[in-house]
């Protein structure tokens, strides 16, 4: 089993940046790669980001250049910088992570972008 626990969301003005965390712990070993999805109301879970163990990443056209996933492996921690945010970024963000035991999701974090 692996755990995953998010925090670093809130609310932020049009053009601000925040930084969210996942920290993993649990069978940390069986991971191929952790990333971010998001959720907006009425709207279906799409992906944000991923990172695979070797560093590789992938990152949604919405976000590029705007967004940068990076992870700590001697936290066990993905981070996701998130900067000149948009309305449009308001969403549940949620940790993800797979590999040999399954697929895991965080509790999720709340971002809400005003204008």
């Known amino acids: 089993q692996v755990q995953l626990v998010e925090s670093g969301g809130g609310l932020v003005q049009v053009g601000g940046s925040l930084r969210l965390s996942c920290a993993a712990s649990g069978s940390i070993f069986s991971i191929n790669a952790m990333g971010w999805y998001r959720q907006a109301p009425g709207k279906q879970r799409e992906l944000v980001a991923t990172i695979s163990s070797l560093g590789g990443t992938n990152t949604a056209d919405s976000v590029k250049g705007r967004f940068t996933i990076s992870r700590d492996n001697a936290k066990n921690t993905v981070y996701l910088q998130m900067n000149t945010l948009k309305p449009e970024d308001t969403a549940v963000y949620y940790c993800?992570?797979?590999?040999?035991?399954?697929?895991?999701w965080g509790q999720g974090t709340q971002v809400t972008v005003s204008s």
């Open positions: 993800n992570a797979y590999g040999a035991l399954g697929v895991y």
